[in-house]
């Protein structure tokens, strides 16, 4: 059988086939349980480790756990693992625990992790790296903070002197890690950390896996939107389609918020097959608008284009911007998809009821019940999980929202699309509106041209005021609402983008009918001067 040693000149030094041994007994009396932790590095060199046993042979399939050693998504169980793995190397180390062995001095809690012990290891890393909080930096998890060779029934006697309790208690965050084989919620110690978790207000945050081949799927609609492209534009220059400047701005701008408003309602419904189809669609609009508008400033620079600076630059912008929110609506499709994934997993085997919960050992449901039900918050305690399957996260302000609105699915998440629709486009929009106006004045042909929307001089100078003042105090707004959004709790971060993309989606059908009343108005002025 392989050796488990790291492979010379990696960045494992430490040396699992020969661990330091050390006296796991003093050292679990001596380190306070709030430290006994692991960090990002220690997960990722554990399951590269894992990969090697299991390739040599020195973690084999079971009756109990069948697993694939060519599977590289879900891995053995944790079960599996602790037998065949974490308990003899931490005998060799003096019965330490996996996290102490690594730490003798121990690391401080910041996030804790909750898991249960049927998932497959692979899944269980994978899902936590992909979720681990950024202010996090050490993380409390039994299977490798707790000792796996020595008997920890004296420190369960007690649910809230447990070293679950004591880690709980001293970390700001709790990672519910949701697996295949059911929900970890049907288990007694995970329901009593979510009970703990509700009555110290910590954030509860469900982890999720990366979505399925994500990366091959923004390579492969990257590739597609530039073969549109391509096509697109030998179609325009061979004369099927007319050129840009056979459209006034207005009608431009038009067809980009058109796009626009695509990206919108896809960022505001629920993934189907109805988003897909909108995704697949403002995606060939985005090809078809930038094969028109993306050689503009070209064009103009050469002196072929009748379009302003201004206006060719912004529709060249903006007409980048919707391929690119394209291609990020439709990875905030395919994560919004995991999540729910993982919303499921979560409910598999959930009653709804913390009470239903199962324990191997009856004396510590029996224990734990008694003190949930002491507390007079067992249905706190049941609301706070539904919150956390609905929205995905169960912090304060997003129960405190529940009870008023009622459910709101995956409301702890962002989508990017709608940032990019959203704040970026209004940005754009406001600031065109502003060097459009500057450009107009300074230029005494464009300021007669541009007149000639509107039927006299009176009404042409206050529509101009008004269109500036508006630009101005909206640009501010945007980038006032910018600010705040990096200020403000990520559990009401979802609601303000939520708002953001849906003022744009109204103000995107006000001014596509703005710019039908203008030209119609323009179209019977040219008529009466005729």
């Not at 400033?297 to 201004?310: E, L, P, T």
């Not at 050992?361 to 706070?384: Q, W």
């Amino acid at each position: 059988r392989r050796s488990i040693r790291p492979p010379e000149g990696s960045q494992e030094s430490f040396n699992f086939e020969q661990p330091p041994v050390l006296d796991g007994a003093r050292l679990h009396r001596e380190v306070p349980a709030d430290r006994w932790c692991v960090t990002r590095k220690d997960l990722l060199q554990l399951r590269a480790l894992i990969r090697r046993c299991v390739a040599g042979g020195r973690i084999v399939p079971t009756v109990q756990d069948a697993f694939s050693v060519q599977d590289d998504t879900t891995g053995p169980r944790i079960y599996t693992v602790n037998s065949q793995l974490i308990v003899p190397v931490t005998q060799k180390a003096g019965k330490a625990s996996w996290a102490l062995m690594l730490h003798p001095d121990g690391l401080p809690c910041d996030l804790f992790i909750t898991h249960g012990w049927a998932e497959g290891c692979y899944e269980f890393v994978d899902k936590v790296l992909n979720s681990w909080p950024a202010t996090a930096h050490h993380a409390y998890c039994c299977m490798l903070s707790n000792p796996q060779c020595l008997d920890i029934g004296h420190m369960l006697r007690t649910p809230r002197e447990s070293p679950f309790a004591l880690a709980l208690l001293a970390a700001p965050c709790m990672l519910v890690v949701p697996n295949h084989a059911g929900s970890i919620y049907a288990r007694i110690w995970c329901a009593y950390e979510a009970f703990l978790a509700y009555s110290e207000a910590k954030v509860i945050v469900t982890a999720s896996a990366p979505a399925p081949r994500l990366a091959r799927t923004v390579a492969l609609m990257s590739l597609a939107l530039a073969g549109l492209v391509g096509a697109f534009t030998a179609v325009s220059r061979l004369g099927r389609l007319p050129p840009p400047d056979a459209y006034p701005d207005a009608s431009n701008f038009c067809a980009l918020v058109g796009g626009f408003t695509l990206l919108g309602v896809n960022a505001i419904a629920r993934p189907s097959r109805w988003t897909r189809a909108i995704v697949s669609a403002s995606a060939v609009y985005a090809a078809w608008t930038l094969s028109q508008f993306g050689p503009l400033m070209v064009d103009k620079i050469w002196g072929r284009s009748q379009h302003s600076y201004v206006s060719a630059s912004m529709l060249s912008w903006n007409a980048l911007l919707l391929c690119v929110g394209s291609v990020v609506a439709e990875v905030d499709r395919k994560s919004e998809l995991q999540r729910r994934q993982e919303a499921k997993q979560l409910r598999n085997g959930y009653t709804g009821s913390v009470r239903d919960a199962a324990s191997s050992v009856p004396e510590d449901k029996a224990k734990i019940l008694a003190e949930v039900a002491a507390s007079g918050l067992e249905e706190k305690v049941d609301e706070a999980i539904q919150v956390l399957l609905v929205a995905g996260a169960s912090t304060p302000t997003l129960r405190a929202t529940f009870r008023r609105v009622g459910m709101l699915e995956q409301a702890h998440y962002t989508k990017l699309s709608m940032c990019v629709f959203g704040w970026a486009t209004s940005a754009n929009f406001y600031l065109w509106v502003i060097l459009r106006h500057v450009e107009v004045l300074v230029d005494p042909a464009m300021l007669s041209q541009a007149c000639l929307s509107y039927p006299s001089d009176k009404s042409c100078n206050q529509a101009h005021r008004l269109d500036f003042y508006i630009a101005i105090f909206g640009a501010l707004a945007v980038w006032a609402w910018l600010a705040l959004y990096l200020c403000i709790p990520t559990d009401t971060k979802s609601f303000a983008a939520r708002v953001l993309a849906c003022n744009m989606t109204m103000a995107s059908v006000v001014l596509v009918c703005f710019i039908a009343v203008a030209s119609v108005e323009r179209w019977g002025s040219e008529r009466r001067q005729l």
